[in-house]
T-cell receptor, first 116, second 119 residues
């Protein structure tokens, strides 16, 4: 079974621009979560989608948004980019809604976003 | 709210030596606990997880962890380090009580421990 895939792997943007990152979960997985990883703040939870609905949200400003499609693929959008948004953005998929049980989250390789 | 503390941002061991990576959690109820490993330029891979069954959990690549409620700890160990174990390790907690209350739960990660293995 193919793992979680994220595109693009690397991205360079300038301040004020917006960016869209894509995540394809493992086949059959319906939950997709997004995390931001930075040297200073570590790994932080952004949000989780399940059945095209946002089910859980971390403490990030409204510039960070996402959506999930009927095939469970998910996109994350960051508008009005700031220097501090430079990070590795990780997507994780799980068979069910995390918290419904103890399902493992399977992580993709991440998209490294650099904001200049 | 739950939290995770990983003592030691860097740990260096010799090849063949014992690996001990420390993790302490804070939670009002027994949580679900996880250890993930991240190799350079890769995502996170699950090593093992504790879900209130056996307190000693065995994972992949020879790693194991013991849940100690009295110490609120979930330290990761491996009897004999291998060069390929060099990576960053993250302890994470998932709050089962938060889920019961709100229907929500997300992983809270520790700050990570970078393991170096010296030849």
């Amino acid at each position: 079974k193919a793992g979680v895939t994220q595109t693009p792997r690397y991205l360079i943007k300038t301040r004020g621009q917006q960016v869209t990152l894509s995540c394809s979960p493992i086949s059959g997985h319906r939950s997709v979560s997004w995390y931001q990883q930075t040297p200073g703040q570590g790994l932080q939870f952004l949000f989780e989608y399940f059945s095209e609905t946002q089910r859980n949200k971390g403490n990030f400003p409204g510039r960070f948004s996402g959506r999930q499609f009927s095939n469970s693929r998910s996109e994350m959008n960051v508008s009005t980019l700031e220097l501090g948004d430079s990070a590795l953005y990780l997507c994780a998929s799980s068979p069910t809604l995390t918290g419904a049980g103890t399902d493992t989250q399977y992580f993709g390789p991440g998209t490294r976003l650099t904001v200049l | 709210a739950q939290s995770v503390t990983q003592l030691g941002s860097h740990v260096s061991v010799s090849e063949g030596a014992l690996v001990l990576l420390r993790c302490n959690y804070s939670s009002s109820v027994p949580p679900y606990l996880f250890w993930y490993v991240q190799y350079p330029n890769q995502g996170l891979q699950l090593l093992l997880k504790y879900t209130s069954a056996a307190t000693l959990v065995k994972g992949i690549n020879g790693f194991e962890a013991e849940f100690k409620k009295s110490e609120t700890s979930f330290h990761l160990t491996k009897p004999s380090a291998h060069m390929s174990d060099a990576a960053e390790y993250f302890c994470a907690v998932s709050d089962s009580e938060q889920y019961k209350d709100t229907g929500r739960r997300a992983l809270t990660f520790g700050s990570g421990t970078r393991l170096q293995v010296q030849p």
